[in-house]
Nanobody, 121 residues
Framework: VQLQASGGGWAQFGGSLRLSCAASRRILPPNIMGWYRQAPGKQRELVAIMAHAGTTTYADSVKGRFTVSRDNAKNTVYLQMNSLKPEDTAVYYC????????????????WGQGTLVTVSS
């Protein structure tokens, strides 16, 4: 599976950006798709993820500002980022975790290429 992310760029403090990540083929459940980010000099961290059935998990730092969503028919995950802050500046990576054979006993992990988000103060 290849993941193609888009939508990064520059925003001012308080602005908004929307990221998209499309998978190259249909992704069967169970699966989780979502977003991670890595700021300069820091470790990659979870931002927001969404299971195929709709369960979401957010980092505390983005709760109430970011919204993850999916279009399973398009095999695409989105990240709506509002009220952006300079500390949101990072390379954002989409990720897909796929449970093989209909369960989580064997899992494959796929990463997108990353898209840079820069927020100015």
């Amino acid at each position: 599976v290849q993941l193609q992310a888009s939508g990064g760029g520059w925003a001012q403090f308080g602005g908004s950006l929307r990221l998209s990540c499309a998978a190259s083929r249909r992704i069967l459940p169970p699966n989780i798709m979502g977003w991670y980010r890595q700021a300069p000099g820091k470790q990659r961290e979870l931002v927001a993820i969404m299971a195929h059935a709709g369960t979401t998990t957010y980092a505390d730092s983005v709760k109430g500002r970011f919204t993850v969503s999916r279009d399973n028919a398009k095999n695409t995950v989105y990240l709506q980022m509002n009220s952006l802050k300079p500390e949101d500046t990072a390379v954002y990576y989409c990720k897909a975790d796929l449970g093989l054979n209909g369960d989580w006993n064997k899992v494959e992990h796929y990463w997108g290429q990353g898209t840079l988000v820069t927020v100015s103060s």
